[in-house]
């Protein structure tokens, strides 16, 4: 058998059980907590690394369809300064500003909708609708209107983050409780105080399931809208011209720095989601 | 004091019915209700479970629209009163928000009331300690035993002056001792304040204890079957319980009460 | 028959009418072969399906082949039909562009995929930087239409004599408002539309006699869609499974494919050596860095032809 | 029975019915934003417009450029009754069958749509069993998860297109895969949530039972993560469009509303891409919607207070 | 009829004690607590709200850990008597499923202990009467009142047939004749089955009626202040409540509750 995929999965079976292991431990301090809690995905992570390496090796994939691991890590050390600046480019300027007016564009039109039944009547079936319009067919017409710089990825993160925002919070606006709600009519409150004291903390957990969602479609709409025209900088730009190349180390480098920030964008996300709503039982029974 | 005065009734209602319609045919909770309570009055609910006491507390409070009849709050719609703010209402389940702690909690009428930041935490501490929740302020009400958030929930409502209080079966969770505890905090504050109470309740003695009239009812439809005028003295200190006039009313209370179980 | 599978580079159009042809009269199944023609796209690149093993043989350009041949897939040029280019560089009049030395200050649109080096190299002869400065050259990349050009984002772009021209021609400007420069004119031309395989694949006998019976039947293809051009066309347009072309642009582009296509498959070495030098001058990063040893042959079109 | 005791209104009116219901609203605001689009057509495509009236060097009132604007063989924006033309020429004018029908294109892209939300459903739901009850997979699994969808698809599309070819997959199933990494994502998400949404007295109700794991999850876990569910298949279904459609692009765009987009880009037929985009909206609309109907007729039957 | 004997202890804590950890500091609520429950005793809690009552019982049930001391249920860990269905828990909120109607909530116990169709059906049934709720098996639980949703959790916890009962404040939120009918029907279901029960409860006169033993407890941290044995006999009519020798009893547990308030 093949040496370097017998112990691919050689490998593969020890790090299972060492996590196995690890994740039945129970530290009592919240580092080891912390520490547990990076250690256990590493050990999964590398071992996806091992098994990808050795499946390339072993099979003897041809480079212009996979790149192993070890290439994809000498790529990305030698070309850091383009991958800082395509980073940049993308991150930086299209997708945080996208996601920002998307995610405040979603949530203001959901409570728009939540605030005026006509509109919830009228412009939800719409918001539906414009919501599916496919990112392909987005972005060129983006291009079209707001130019080849970052406004125009800008503009197809905004459309796609729009839609989940917005399903979900007008579904967390009605999660809170019918006697909570009594309890806001007993006090006369207005409907902003209602919505800032009771249905906006009820409808967090659903308005973090969007950000979280939203946080990865970011980055993967402003990366494909780049495949429809931009200057010669940014992620997308990068990935689709090395493919052209036959470059596919970088074009893979290209992707761990995407999949690398969009994790940790995520992680943020996933942390404000900890200090926001410590009190729902999903985060309460940990 | 003000003795019930015709002319100031609080609550005055008139044939009043409610018919929930439901998935399997239709619940008639309330039927043909009338009942007057006059400014300064005290008056328990008492009768066996589902008969509709929080269905006519809800119905004065406007969180339920009655399908016969005619109610006034003060003179005006439920509607109405409700937007001026005329009541307080402690309900039979503690609904507090997880999301705040116990001081934020009572604090939240308070600040949707526009009191300033100064009364609010001044308001707070009184009424929890009210309460016997001091020490308590900064916990979550998940970390609370059952009894102690019934507690802060009718903190919540004493902690804005309104003049009328609805209180759904605040004391069910509480231990005898701070039952007592807080009946004569009760009793002292409506003398005090003159409020008017609206108190629903399944104890026959807090009942009698508490109220100047005691309103019976019995189940399916909802009726009331009695009204107990209570001859006690306004000043009632706790062993008036042993009092012959006491236990008489309590009698006249379970007479009622077994009367309307008996329809059944 | 034997089976055979084509990649395209592109979608279905008649830039690749001979091979439909070749499918619709039957000269595939009188060589007893059994065609299936893939179209491609954006992002279909045609190398990963022949190193993948989907796809016999692909239509590609020289550049991209000789780069994917660099990176370890040895492709193998086996016939020419198209012995020109077809690529140019339109720009429009009013930008006060007459020759290639007016590109300084201006905003160039090009197509990447291994398209932008023959404008590196025509870049660098003209001694102008791609760093967006006054003194030289803004490059932008474009998607494959010319709405660049038509919205002024772009000064000039990329397109092909028999495609994206008539585009812009079809939107309304005149030939009058454009300034057209040819990639061949230039002596930045590289070859185009090609025919490529493995070459490991190619070691097998029954394999190149598979091959010399395709290109046979593919030139008989070419040959007739040459001579029936607006019939050509029909056949394409009844192959195309998105239903969007249309009549005429269709005929119009058979016109100027047949402009493009050479007397016989064999790959001229002198174009092939121009197309080398081109990208070897490439600039900071060529895409290939030595000269490609063994990366056409002569073999099947000997025998085909 | 509610019948005979319900003795019925005053007949409302016509007008006062439709405000009550959905159809009034929905044409209001679609009025509204057709004006608006309008008023866009004119203006994109004015500079153009302009640009040719001096190229011909005719004069021109407003009244024309208004006309001419709206009327543009590849404008920039194409005004609402072109692309209303075009979607009438390509689905009732033209045969089901026929290349040019947009309903067939439809399909296509319907197909592997569903297919694909149906297996990315599926999987979501079973990643987010595994994720709640195994520490080892909560902990290692997700942060993967999360990784994976930070992967721009269209950059790797290609290639699962080409290595599900080696290993023999082409057709539908390539595509659909496409779809099912997008819309697992969502999925899995709300479900982890909903999983572990029942409150604390109700899982320690289930532990006096000691019920099994099996039990706990169909009896608990499953009935409150439900709402979840739904919210999360709607966005699911949408995103899985969007996968359908960048499936058909390293495919050879032969066939489906992606490759109908993709030409009309090719070619400049900016009325041609927005009529299919409409297509592609109306599907999605369309599946969001019957995914709402099945939410509200499971809720209905869990007794949500309506 | 089994005397409590020694050997066959159901509940047994030494030292038991519990402290939590919560964002600001920890709270003891248990400590030091040595008590027995013998087999076919009725163990009533009482104590000051907050005191640690249902802690206790969720020790006893597995649903929480002791931080000191030890525990034995049925002579096994609180894991495994869990595990073996030694026990049946009574919630003091309802935590009833919003999504079940009446009669699935009820059956919910069944369906997870695998009895047959027909027998979840009989039991069902047979439990609703009991509570008095039939003709509600239909109703999902936001269309009962607060006390018909208690009682429906309580028909829950009797559904199936466990030896050990754990109850807190089970007829908290029922009035007086309902309440004195339950009480009855716990009480015969106890003599009949030989059940034992540990019960929660505010109500002074209900553990003396009900318990054959009386575990005072004080606050913060919970202790035992106080046990009072029972010596009423195990036949009582509800009349028995107007005994000299029950009201003696009450009279201990009430100065023992007031002790521990006075602790505070
Ligand atoms: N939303 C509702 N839909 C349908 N029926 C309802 C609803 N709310 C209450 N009911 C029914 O109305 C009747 C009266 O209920 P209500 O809550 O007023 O009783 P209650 O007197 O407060 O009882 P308890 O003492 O148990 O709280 C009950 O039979 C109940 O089933
Ligand atoms: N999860 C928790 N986290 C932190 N503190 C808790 C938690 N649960 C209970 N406590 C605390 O433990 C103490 C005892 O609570 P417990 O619920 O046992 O009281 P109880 O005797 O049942 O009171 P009640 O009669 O009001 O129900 C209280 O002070 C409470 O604040
Ligand atoms: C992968 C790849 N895609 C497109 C082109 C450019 N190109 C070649 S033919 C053609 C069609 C012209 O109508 C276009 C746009 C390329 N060189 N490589
Ligand atoms: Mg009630
Ligand atoms: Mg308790």
């Known amino acids: ?286 | 004091m003000v003795t019930p005065n015709p002319t100031s009734n609080v609550v005055e209602a008139r044939g009043l019915g409610l018919t929930f319609e439901t998935n399997d045919g239709s619940v008639r909770a309330l039927s043909n209700v009338d009942l007057t309570v006059g400014k300064g009055e005290f008056v328990s609910f008492i009768g066996p479970s589902g008969c509709g006491k929080t269905t006519f507390l809800r119905v004065i409070a406007d969180l339920e629209q009655q399908t016969e009849g005619d109610i006034r709050v003060n003179g005006m719609t439920p509607a109405e009163a409700r937007r001026s703010r005329a009541y307080g209402y402690v309900f039979q389940a503690a609904g507090l928000f997880p999301w705040r702690t116990i001081e934020d909690n009572v604090a939240l009428p308070l600040e949707i009331m526009g009191y300033s930041r100064a009364e609010q935490r001044e308001r707070v501490h009184r009424t929890l300690d009210l309460v016997n929740l001091a020490g308590f302020e900064k916990k979550f009400p998940w970390q609370l035993s059952g009894g102690m958030q019934q507690r802060a929930s009718i903190a919540r409502a004493l902690a804005f002056d309104a003049d009328l209080l609805l209180m759904d079966e605040p004391f069910g969770a509480l231990d005898e001792i701070v039952r007592d505890h807080l009946n004569e905090q009760l009793l002292d504050l409506w003398a005090r304040t003159q409020k008017t109470i609206c108190f629903v309740t399944h104890s026959i003695p807090e009942a009698v204890y508490l109220s100047t009239r005691i309103v019976v009812m019995s189940p399916r439809p909802g009726r009331v079957t009695d009204v107990i005028e209570s001859p006690l003295p306004r000043e009632r200190p706790l062993d008036i319980r042993e009092t012959p006039e006491f236990l008489e009313i309590a009698h006249r209370v379970r007479e009622g009460l077994r009367a309307g179980h008996s329809d059944e | ?305 | ?306």
């Open chain 1, 1 to 286: 058998m093949n040496w370097a995929l017998t112990g691919a999965f050689l490998f593969w079976a020890c790090a299972w059980a060492l996590n196995e292991w690890l994740s039945r431990l129970t530290p009592r301090s919240t580092a080891g907590k912390r520490a547990l809690g990076i250690v256990v995905p590493a050990i999964f992570g590398i071992t996806l690394l091992v098994v990808w390496e050795g499946v390339v090796r072993g099979f003897e994939i041809s480079p212009v369809l996979l790149t192993p691991p070890s290439a994809i890590w000498t790529r990305l050390i030698s070309s850091i300064p383009i991958l800082w600046a395509d980073f940049q480019q993308t991150f930086m300027k299209a997708v945080l500003i996208g996601y920002a007016i998307g995610c405040g564009a979603g949530f203001l039109t959901a409570i728009a909708i939540d605030r005026s039944p006509f509109l919830q009547r009228g412009l939800l079936p719409l918001g539906n609708f414009v919501s599916a319009l496919p990112i392909v067919g987005v972005a060129p017409i983006m291009v079209m209107w707001y130019g080849f710089d970052w406004p125009s990825k800008a503009a197809v993160v905004i459309i796609m983050t729009f839609f989940p925002m917005l399903v979900n919070t007008v579904q967390g606006l009605s999660a809170s409780s019918a006697i909570d709600r009594d309890l806001m009519r007993t006090y006369a409150a207005s409907y902003w105080q209602a919505l800032f004291k009771l249905r906006l903390p009820a409808a967090a957990p659903f308005i973090f399931n969007a950000l979280k969602i939203n946080s990865t479609l970011a980055l993967i709409g402003a990366i494909v809208a780049e495949f429809f025209g931009t200057p010669i900088v940014g992620m997308g730009f990068r990935i689709s011209t090395e493919v052209g190349r036959m470059n596919i180390d970088m074009v893979w480098a290209e992707i761990a720095i995407a999949a690398l920030a969009g994790s940790l964008f995520y992680g943020a996300v996933a942390l404000l989601e900890r200090a926001v709503t410590f009190w729902h039982p999903s985060i309460r029974n940990g």
């Open chain 3, 1 to 305: 028959a034997d089976d055979v599978t084509l990649q395209l580079k592109w979608v279905t159009q008649a830039q690749f009418a001979g091979y439909y042809v070749a499918l619709d009269q039957g000269f595939y199944e009188e060589e007893n072969l059994n065609v299936e023609i893939v179209p491609g796209g954006p992002d279909a690149a045609p190398v990963q399906m022949l190193a993948g093993g989907g796809a016999d043989v692909m239509v590609d350009w020289l550049p991209s082949a000789l780069a994917a041949r660099e990176k370890g897939v040895p492709v193998v040029n086996i016939a020419q039909p198209f012995a020109r280019s077809g690529l140019n560089m339109v720009c429009r009049k009013e930008t006060g562009i007459e020759k290639p030395e007016d590109f300084k200050g201006k905003t160039l649109g090009t197509w990447f995929f291994g398209n932008e080096y023959p404008l590196y190299n025509w870049l660098s002869k003209l001694n102008l930087p791609r760093d967006g400065s006054p003194e030289g050259v803004t490059i932008q990349k474009i998607g494959f239409n010319v709405d660049p050009l038509l919205q002024k984002q772009a000064d000039c772009i990329t397109a092909m004599t028999y495609n994206e021209y008539w585009q812009v021609i079809d939107a309304g400007l005149t030939p009058d408002d454009l300034v057209v420069f040819s990639y061949t004119d230039e002596g930045v031309a590289t070859l185009e539309d090609g025919l490529y395989v493995l070459e490991e694949k190619l070691a097998d006998p029954a394999f190149a006699d598979k091959m010399v019976r395709f290109v046979r039947a593919s030139m008989k293809g070419w040959q007739w869609a040459k001579e029936n051009s607006d019939e050509a066309a029909m056949i394409v347009l009844d192959n195309d499974a998105t239903g969007a072309q249309t009549e005429k642009h269709q005929k119009r582009m058979m016109g100027e494919i047949a402009k493009l296509l050479g007397d016989t498959a064999k790959l001229d070495e002198a174009a092939y050596q121009q197309t080398v030098d081109t990208l070897l001058q490439g600039g900071s990063d060529p895409v290939i860095t030595s000269a490609p040893e063994g990366a056409f042959t002569h073999a099947i079109t000997d025998k085909a032809m």
């Open chain 4, 1 to 306: 029975m509610s019948l005979a005791l319900t003795t019925a209104p005053a007949a409302p009116s016509l007008l006062h019915r439709l405000a009550a219901g959905k159809t009034l609203p929905v044409l209001i605001v679609l009025a509204a934003l057709l004006a608006l689009w309008y008023a866009f057509t004119v203006y994109l495509n004015a500079p153009w417009q302009v640009d040719a009236y001096e190229r011909a060097g005719t004069t021109w009132t407003t009244a024309d450029l208004v006309r001419d604007t709206m009327a543009q063989e590849r404008p920039v924006m194409p005004a609402p009754h072109q692309v209303a033309a075009e979607i009438w020429k390509t689905t009732a004018g033209t045969r089901i069958t026929s290349k040019r029908s947009l309903f067939h294109h439809a399909w296509v892209t319907l197909s592997s749509t569903l297919l694909g939300f149906l297996i990315g459903t599926v999987l979501g739901v079973l990643l987010a069993v595994g994720i709640v009850h195994n520490r080892a997979m909560d902990k290692s699994v997700m942060p993967w998860v999360i990784a994976s969808q930070t992967i721009p698809i269209l950059a790797i599309a290609p290639m699962i297109i080409v290595v599900l070819n080696a290993i023999g997959l082409s057709g539908l199933l390539p595509k659909a895969l496409i779809s099912t990494y997008l819309s697992f994502f969502p999925v899995v998400v709300g479900m982890v949530k909903g999983f572990r949404s029942p409150e604390v007295n109700q899982l320690d109700l289930m532990r006096t039972y000691n019920a099994s794991g099996p039990q706990t999850f169909w009896k608990l876990r499953w009935p409150s993560a439900l709402p979840y569910l739904f919210t999360s298949m709607k966005v699911a279904v949408a995103i899985s469009l969007v996968g359908a459609i960048v499936g058909e692009l390293p495919t050879g765009a032969v066939a489906g509303l992606g490759a109908r987009l993709l030409a009309g880009s090719y070619y400049g037929q900016t009325v041609q891409i927005w009529s299919a985009l409409f297509m592609a909206a109306a599907l999605a609309a369309l599946l969001v919607g019957v995914i709402g109907i099945g939410q509200r007729l499971v809720m209905a039957r869990m007794g949500e207070k309506p």
